[in-house]
């Protein structure tokens, strides 16, 4: 199911498959889900994780959380985990089988 918020959704897909999809609203918009997965990333590398060891934790929350209805904080959760992959080359943003649709909010034609 796409949920759609005043700004459209944010969509994602793995093998193919739609496993969720999120409204977009001004608070939660693609640059700040990046910056905040680039952030997290930097700050387990400083705290002495390897990149082995983040990936997994973000693998970890993107199974987890796939093809459930989230509420407001696992959602971003689940979008800053996928982002995380995406930046670090496990999954691809645009590729035809895996990636993200983001679309603006429907709006009906008017008759005239």
């Known amino acids: 199911m796409i949920y759609e918020g005043p700004e ?21 918009d693609l640059n700040t ?12 590398l400083r705290k002495g994780s390897n990149l082995k060891f983040i990936k997994k934790k973000f693998w970890i929350a993107v199974q987890n959380l796939k093809e459930k209805n989230l509420g407001d904080d696992d959602s971003i959760l689940f979008a800053v985990s996928y982002f995380g992959l995406i930046k670090m080359n496990v999954i691809e943003e645009d590729a035809a089988h895996e990636g ?12 005239v």
């Open 33 to 44: 889900i990046k910056k905040s997965a680039n952030r997290i990333i930097i700050e387990a």
């Open 100 to 111: 993200i649709l983001v679309m603006k909010p429907y709006t009906k034609k008017r008759k």
């Open 8 to 28: 459209g959704s944010i969509n994602f897909y793995l093998n193919g498959k739609l496993i969720q999809s999120l409204p977009s609203f001004e608070s939660n």
